[in-house]
């Protein structure tokens, strides 16, 4: 019986992302509202590893900034439209 070795996938990777910079991730963040704390909860991140992104002592990867820009402005649509059924 063959050897089977794990290998990495040989794909190359997408050179088209990159990581945010500190000031976007900072400007996604304030745009929806939130503290450090509950951004980082949004995307499962500490408060100290969202203030490492935002610093830029560590980079964030491009998915989960992906993420946190969509997750954050579904919930901001979806709070604009309960506001808008509360006022009728």
């Not at 976007?24 to 704390?37: C, K, M, P, S, V």
């Not at 590893?49 to 649509?77: I, N, V």
């Amino acid at each position: 019986m063959p050897h089977s070795i794990n290998r990495r996938n040989n794909v190359a990777a997408s050179t088209t992302a990159t990581p945010p910079e500190p000031d976007d991730i900072r400007a996604a963040r304030t745009a929806a509202g939130l503290t450090q704390t509950e951004a980082g909860d949004v995307v499962h991140a500490s408060l100290r590893t969202w203030q490492q992104w935002e610093a830029g002592d560590r980079k964030m990867h491009p998915g989960l900034f992906e993420l946190f820009k969509l997750k954050t402005g579904r919930e901001r649509r979806k709070q604009q439209a309960n506001d808008r059924n509360n006022q009728e």
